[in-house]
Nanobody, 120 residues
Framework: QVHVVESGGGLVQAGGSLRLSCVAS????????MAWYRQAPGKQRELVAL???????VYADSVKGRFTISRDNAKNTLYLQMNSLKFEDTAVYYC??????????????WGQGTQVTVSS
């Protein structure tokens, strides 16, 4: 079993910054892609940023130039540095971790989410 836990959310004024962290722990043989998603009230969950195991990154157009995704594979930890936050960034942010178990099968797990609220 694998647990994914996010932290770092909170209330911040527009223009401010937050750093989210996500730790995956448990029966992980090797990490694969890890990503941040978000879901605002009344909207579908959307990809914010993704980092592949090799380091390649993908960003949503709405966050390019403001958010930076990074990871520490040794610690199974994913980060999201969010700068120049806007009101429309308000959402619950979820971490998604894809990984391999010792039998080389691939799995994915979601965290419980962390609330980010940006006041205008």
């Amino acid at each position: 079993q694998v647990h994914v836990v996010e932290s770092g959310g909170g209330l911040v004024q527009a223009g401010g910054s937050l750093r989210l962290s996500c730790v995956a722990s448990g029966n992980i043989f090797a990490n694969n892609d890890m990503a941040w998603y978000r879901q605002a009230p009344g909207k579908q969950r959307e990809l914010v940023a993704l980092m592949r195991s090799g380091g390649a990154t993908v960003y949503a157009d709405s966050v390019k130039g403001r958010f930076t995704i990074s990871r520490d594979n040794a610690k199974n930890t994913l980060y999201l540095q969010m700068n120049s936050l806007k009101f429309e960034d308000t959402a619950v942010y979820y971490c998604y971790a894809e990984y391999y178990t010792v039998d080389y099968s691939r799995h994915g797990s979601w965290g419980q989410g962390t609330q980010v609220t940006v006041s205008s």
